[in-house]
């Protein structure tokens, strides 16, 4: 297993990688909506959580020399069924055409109170 890292994402704050490289596939851990910076996005709007969370998954992916276009299965946790269609149309403008599997999971709250944590699995081909 091969540990990916990368400055350009949020890091972590417990006892785990930003993703793991096994064989070829990647494993990308949970992204929440926090800055590179370490700052938090509380009071950011769903759609905003969601690009912030989004653009941590994204570059996580890049550094480990993939793109959007290798992602196989992505899911998605949401404290509230209501955010759904609003995460389906910020996760279609970051991903165009490509369509991995998915699930999206209402959940009933979060840590720190967010909105959104989104996971993935991806192929590794680097």
Do not use: C
């Not at 990368?6 to 949970?30: C, E, F, M, V």
């Not at 996005?41 to 690009?51: D, I």
């Not at 149309?89 to 720190?112: I, K, N, S, T, W």
């Amino acid at each position: 297993m091969n540990i990916i890292h990368t400055p350009a994402a949020s890091q972590p704050a417990g006892h785990y990688a930003q993703a793991i490289r096994h064989g070829d596939t990647l494993y990308i851990s949970g992204q929440l909506p926090v800055s590179p910076d370490g700052r938090h996005h509380l009071s950011a709007s769903f759609a905003e959580q969601t690009q912030v969370a989004l653009n941590n998954l994204l570059a996580i992916l890049k550094a480990a020399g993939g793109s959007p276009e290798d992602l196989v299965k992505v899911t998605v946790y949401v404290a509230g069924i209501q955010h759904w269609p609003e995460f389906d149309r910020v996760y279609a403008a970051a991903l165009g055409d490509h369509r991995p599997a998915r699930a999206v999971v209402p959940v009933p709250e979060l840590h720190h109170g967010y909105l959104v944590e989104i996971e993935a699995v991806a192929r590794y081909l680097a």
